[in-house]
């Protein structure tokens, strides 16, 4: 077993186990925080693969964006896991049946002969000045430059309809602009008023 | 070096042999790195506590001297205080998770200084040439704010948690101004490389480094390095008038200090990184014989302690800005003023051959 297989399978197990964790653990918090964990050893996993852009971008999308506002909202709420446990038996065949059928799809997938340790060797090495953002970047922009375009339009739309959906106008509601409050002027708020003085001395 | 790695595989085997040296002599070079960085961030706790005396017409540190020595007065108080923080209790109170309460400050140290694995000193002076170092960069330095969070958290306690929370939303949204700031840094390089970003600003005097074409861009990456280090002006985080300390008001010694020394080592790091892809890294100002004769890796070290001086200096004159008047900021000022910027240099980088070495267009070829 050489040093790549070492660290595979240690990663694979730190994967898994923080894995089965985020489902199972009861403090939500951990569970988010062992979602980030999971996502960091994937990332090792993908270094592994020499797909370093892939990997870092996994580690800054995910880890230093996503989860942070996750994390941000499950601190913030107050939840009653008595209250989430309640149907649980009664949905249970529904989640079971979901689970097979996804179990199903997978094993399709990996089974098929598009997978396979013959059809996907372990990778050669690329020389030193090789440079995977670059490769990732023509494809994208070149060959798949249609389904990058419409994944952007997509990604766009949802994120336009959660503001639309979310966005509430109210005649009632003062709030500071803070444009104007930082041009403001000395001139504007301040009236220098000469007084004489009462007595001359 | 041979000698070394012969002895090695003499006495643990071919295979192991070289993978124990490999790892002797990365950890050895880390050490290279670290420590001078934690003496440099000792050392800055003392710059900045002289110069904001000074700016304020006070005098700072003047009583702590190795041996008695008296003009070396004042040097002795960084060690002083690393000693007394060392002896200090650690408090853990009750109703924390303790064990994210003591997880939280590795959490902060961790990513500030494996950041610093891809810095490079001079041409040949990096641990690690990686092709997407400044992604990496960008993806350790948004791992530090998971410290915070959860030093807010696990403290149980409202200031510690306010705190946590102004400073989550803030990291992430300068961070997006800093990513695309870093984009044109990128688009005028053509590499991701730190090394090769140095490279590229070759020439014959400082008219060739980044910050001439790329000025505006040179400012909003500043301006949001201070933001994302949680640093005056922007230090709504720790708000000692508002929120007592902030994320860490009920951290206690040790654990205190390791997030004091995340914070200045992020600094030093945004300092570094700034020097890198604007300043020219190693590069001296011009390209004749006095300058040249000075090391790079001393130039780089000069320019750090420019940049890091405008920390101080903006730490010590501007008033705090107010909470929504900093998300203002980040997000209807500088994120389009960037995006407009990438859109107008790749304009200019597709115009024709002719048009391009016209006298005032030239500089950003």
Redesign the interface.
Known sequence: M??QDVIFYSFSVILITSALGVITVRNP?YSA?LL?LAFITCAGLWLLLEA??LA??L??VY???VM??F??VV??LDINLDRLREGFWKWFPFGALVALIMVGEMSMVLMGKYFGSEEMPTPTPHDVD????RELGRLIYTEYVYAFELAAVLLLVAMVAAIALTLRHREDKKS?N??K??QVKKEERLRIVAIPSEKKE | MENIQQQFVQLFGT?LGS?LFSLTTNLALIFAIVIPLLLGVAYLTFAERKVIAYMQIRVGPNRVTFFGIPWLRGWGQPIADAVKALMKEIVIPTGANKF?FILAPILTIMPALAAWAVIPFSPELVLAD???GL??I??MT??G??GI??AG?ASNSKYA?LG??RS??Q??SY?LAMGFALVCVLMMSQ??NLGDIVNGQQGDSFLNWYLIPLFPMFLVYLISGIAETNRAPFDVAEGESEIVAGFHVDYSGMAFTVFFLAEYSNMILVAALTSIMFLGGWLPPLDIVPFTLIPGFIWLLLKIAFVLFFFLWFRATFPRY?Y??IM?LGW?VFIPITLVWIVLLGLIMQLPESVRNLPLLNIWF
């Not at chain 1, 090789?130 to 953002?133: A, H, Q, R, W």
Request: overall charge negative; glycine content about 2%.
């Open positions: 050489n040093f918090v925080l980030v370093e852009f870092i971008t580690v800054l880890v230093g964006a942070v506002l994390l941000f601190m913030m090789y440079s995977n953002t500071p803070p444009s409050q930082v | 295979e993978m994210l990686i092709n997407a992604l990496y960008l993806a948004s791992m704010i998971y969070i959860i958290w948690f946590a929370m989550a939303a990291v992430v961070e590499s991701l107010r929504d008047q203002r209807k």
